[in-house]
Every structure is written in C-alpha cells, then in structure tokens.
C-alpha cells in the first residue's frame, strides 16, 4: 500500500478515534440498533462505535458483515468514517449499497501502515473526500 | 489503472437491461475497484447469503432489484434464512421480525434464486469443479469452496453475492486468479498427537487456533493426516472463517490445490511458519467454552450442525447414539439443510431421530434466530463456530465438546466429558 490513501468510498466526515483492539466480525458483533459491540469475547464489548472514526485494521469473519453495516448506516448508529489497512471487501459492501440505496455515505478508506498507526494517536479526526486524515 | 468493461457489461451499467441490473451493476464495479480488479469474469454460479435479514436495508435492496426488473443468470443457491419453513412452529421470536425474513426470503426466490436454504451449499448435488469460478458468499461456503472443490471464489458478501449472479460476473481479482491462490503461510501441525488428530474434535479447534493466527492471508497445513475427509475439513475451515478471515487455506495431501507443499506455496519461500502445538489446542478449547462447567447452572441442551449437517454426519450421530434416547426434558438440536432432510426421511432416520428425543431443524440454523428455548443453563456445542457468534446472538452459556460428550452428556441429561483426548 503506497502512502496515499486509497479510497473506497469518498465522502467528508468527522469523530472521535476509536481504535479496535482486535478485529470485529460486525455480524455477531456489532448491534445495529444501538451502535455498540456485542462480541462477548471482544476486548471492548459494551462500547459504541456510533459516530466515530473506526479504525479497525482488518475485517474478520461472516459475510452478513455487509448487510449489519448497511442497516446500521440506515439506522445513524454506524461509525462516522472507517480507517482500514488491508481492504476488506465485505466491510466495504456495506458502505457502497447504504450510498446507493440511500445517499448517506459512510466513508471508507484504507491507509498505510505509518499513516494507520498516525491516525491512532489522533483523538478527533476528520477524513476528507480525498483520505486525508487530520486531527480536527 | 481502471476498470476495463466489454459492451455488455459497460450496457447492463448504463441501464440498457433494467433499472435492477443497474444497481447490481453498479454495487458490482465499485467493489471490483476496491479489490483492484482492471476487468470482471464470468461465473457459472452464485450461492446467496443476503437472503438471511438482518434489517430493512437488506429488503430495501432486494426490493429494489424485483422492482427493477432484475433476475438471476446464473444457477444461484441460497444461504439459511432466519425461519425453517418446514418447522415454523419451532420460531420462537417476535411476529413482525419473522415476517420481514419471510418477505426477504419471498423476494430472492423472484429473483430466481433456488429456496435450497442451506449454508451448506457443496452438500448439494450439483457443486462446482476444480477451477470453477463461482460467486459465493457465506463464509463456510466460500473456504469449502475454495479449498476442498478448488473452484474459484473471492470473499464475497452480502449484496455483491446477489450482484454477481444477477450480471454473471465478477471481478477478477484476489482468489479468482492463480497467484492470489498460493499460500504465503505454512502452518506445521506435526506436534498433535495421532490420537488427537484421529478425532473429528480437533478439526472445529485446529480451525480456531489456524484462523486467529492467519488472519486474511492463505495457509497450507503441513502434517494433518493424508486424505483428511470432507466433513474435517468443513469444520476445519469453518472455524478459521470465523475466529479470522480465512477465504482458501490448503491441507497438503487433502486439498486439490496441494498435492505437495511447493505447489500449494508456488514454489516460493512461505512468508512466515506457524507451528500448533498441543497447549494451543487446549487453550483454543478452553476459549470456545464460556459457561462455567463446575459452579454454573447444568447443562440443559445440545445444539449440532453448524454448519449444515451432512448425511455422513447423521450417520456418525445415529451410530453413536446407538438407539438411545436423548433424557427426558433435554433440548437436542441438529440443524441441516432440507435436502439433507429427504434423505434421512427415505433412510428412516428423521422418524427415528425424532422419537429418540432430537429436534431436526431445517433451512435455517439454532444460533441465528430464536429456537433454542429461553431458559437458564449451557448448551453443548461441537461446533467452534456455533460456540463463537451463539453467545452474542442468543446470550446463551456454551460449552465446546466433542460429537461423543454432546452424545454421551445429552442421553445422560448431565455433562460428560472425555479430557484424555486433549492431552499426551
């Protein structure tokens, strides 16, 4: 991955960081009724990702990933904008179809490993139609 | 470098062939860009998993195919779906939820979708070949697809699955193309005990442990016993779909695309090797129970065929149970597809199921959707992937165990576990 950010789907957004401890199956995983994980065995169950800029370096698991995000773009609960460092094409499914069906973009970009690992240490971040990731 | 479309393809996203195809079109291209692909391929099937709700937004899209006129063009299966039609009592969740997954379900069918509702697709009897290229979604599917028939499948998911088989195409790119195929991972498992690996219990745990440890990258397992059958491997790559991303692993010596360890690694340098030694596999054990086994509440239930069961499956449990009966008050569930279910009806082994006590659950499956009924105690699984999403899904306790403790504990109505396995 070369230092430009390669972007799935473009779109302006903000929110706080919210950085994944291990990787989250959305199906199983995330509630998207109310924005919060379920994973009973993920590090940060209970918490939400509503509104925030997920960073979650790769996807994991089912292939139902792309219709919970969907519904939870649908539903306002899902992240603001996602920062990804390998493409996860089931992830990203669900951002394209909730652009297509109902105009609300989700942001979806995936970075490099120096970049990801920047935007950790960000505490409100604002991604740009273009990637750029920069503290608000 | 961009996407390169013939004139149908570049037609079918112009709306030539209908306001449905378009969209499937257009869900379709944006996601070949994603992977990167510079042009798309035919496919000669699709198996669907969108058919399964999981909101309005999986209607709204379906709905919007129908309405545009959208259908099928190539022979499409379909995944489970949140009701067994032929055992509807069995759906213990709420009306207006049952309904939607019913509408859902109704809507992929005038797509021309097949109603096969099975997760396990490659138990059909018509299945793709060696180096066919498929579009299949649902996770389990998509790894036995790819590793043990060695057609071609990328990771697909929800709404690019019902895309593909709407346009017949796919992008060519990640697993459809033979680099994208070779394993980068050796994954040495020559420290398990012969006795361990003679079980079907280590299969659901290697796959855990594999899986959490590869993440997205191909795998080749070097020292799992030669001609490893079916069933293993399904459980093997089940369990790597979800405790990881794993899509196409190789088994050299059981998976077409390994005849020997250099061409399953294309004759390159594995980029790391991972040895899985006896305390990982007790570790990963331990982790797929969550219930606590000496001070909880008892166990009250046994849940199997996750995913689907196959006939060889049945026959292992019928022979094991051995004209027992399941204890009185004891849930005992296996879940399978309705295909398999004719079998075992001319078998005579659905009769006699039922009358030892077990619930045959069809098109759909116990940690998806509420059957298992509301009550306090674990249930026994010996699926690691029905052990990892049942807790978040239902909020049920779960104990991991082999076919023979689910067997032996559920005839007993109290837990029987074998540890001897597990050690030496």
């Not at chain 2, 996770?139 to 697809?145: D, E, H, K, L, Y």
């Not at chain 2, 855990?208 to 059958?229: C, E, I, Q, S, Y």
């Not at chain 2, 004891?330 to 005579?348: H, K, M, N, Q, W």
């Amino acid at each position: 991955m070369a230092d430009q950010p390669f972007v799935i789907v473009a779109g302006e957004a903000s929110g706080p960081v919210l950085v994944l401890d291990e990787p989250l199956s959305f199906w199983g995983g995330l509630d998207a009724e109310t924005g919060r994980i379920i994973d009973q065995r993920h590090p940060q169950v209970g918490e939400s990702v509503t509104g925030t800029v997920l960073c979650m370096p790769v996807g994991r698991g089912s292939s139902s990933a792309s219709s919970v995000l969907a519904e939870a773009i649908r539903r306002d609960t899902a992240p603001a904008a996602l920062v990804m460092r390998e493409v996860d094409e089931i992830v990203a499914l669900g951002a394209i179809v909730a652009d297509e069906m109902y105009g609300t973009t989700m942001p979806v970009v995936v970075v490099s490993g120096t970049e990801f690992d920047r935007v950790t240490q960000l505490g409100v971040a604002n991604v740009a139609a273009d990637g750029a990731l920069n503290e608000v | 470098m961009d996407l390169d479309l013939s004139p149908d393809e570049a037609d079918m996203l112009s709306g030539a062939a209908g306001p449905g195809c378009q969209l499937a079109m257009r869900v379709l291209t944006r996601t070949a860009r994603a992977m990167g692909a510079t042009r798309l391929r035919p496919i000669s099937g699709a198996h669907i998993d969108s058919c399964l709700y999981h909101g309005q937004a999986g209607v709204d899209f379906a709905q919007r195919l129908v309405d545009g006129d959208a259908r099928v063009v190539v022979p499409t299966t379909l995944n489970v779906s949140s009701l067994d039609l032929i055992h509807p009592e069995l759906y213990r969740g709420d009306a207006e939820t049952g309904r939607a997954a019913r509408h859902l379900m109704d809507l992929y069918e005038q797509l021309g979708c097949e109603p096969t509702w099975t997760c396990a697709p490659y138990q059909l009897e018509q299945r793709p070949k060696l180096g066919e290229h498929v579009a299949w979604a649902e996770s389990n599917a998509i790894v036995f697809a790819n590793s043990v028939l060695g057609a071609r499948t990328h990771r697909y998911g929800d709404f690019i699955d019902i895309a593909a088989a709407i346009t017949g195409r796919v992008p060519d790119a990640g697993l459809h193309t033979d680099d994208g195929r070779l394993a980068t991972v050796v994954v040495d498992v020559s420290q398990l005990t012969p006795t361990l690996l003679s079980r079907d219990v280590a299969y659901p745990v290697l796959g855990h442990v594999v899986g959490a440890r590869v993440g997205t990258d191909v795998a080749v397992l070097t020292g799992l016993p030669k001609g490893t059958n079916e069933d293993r491997l399904k459980a093997l790559g089940a369990s790597m779909a979800s405790s990881g991303t794993v899509a196409l692993f190789h088994a050299v010596g059981s998976t077409p695309e390994a005849p020997t360890l250099d061409v399953a690694l294309g004759g390159q340098e594995p980029q790391r090797t991972i040895t899985v030694t006896m305390a990982d596999m007790r570790a990963a054990r331990n982790v797929l129970s969550t219930a606590d086994a000496a001070s909880g509440p008892p166990l009250r239930g046994i849940s199997l065929g996750t995913p689907h069961y196959s006939v060889t499956e049945f026959e292992r449990f019928v022979d094991t149970l051995a004209g027992r009966r399941i204890a009185p008050g004891f849930e005992a569930y296996i879940s399978t597809g309705r295909d398999v279910l004719t079998e075992l009806e001319l078998r005579g082994w659905a009769d006699a199921l039922q009358a030892a006590g077990v619930q045959i659950v069809t098109d759909t499956c116990t940690y998806i959707t509420p059957i298992i009924e509301d009550r306090p105690g674990p249930i026994m699984t010996d699926s690691a992937k029905w052990a990892y999403y049942a807790p978040g899904n239902l909020g049920v306790e779960v104990l991991f165990g082999s076919l023979e403790d689910c067997i032996e504990s559920a005839v007993a109505g109290q837990l029987v576990y074998d540890e001897a396995v597990w050690h030496g």
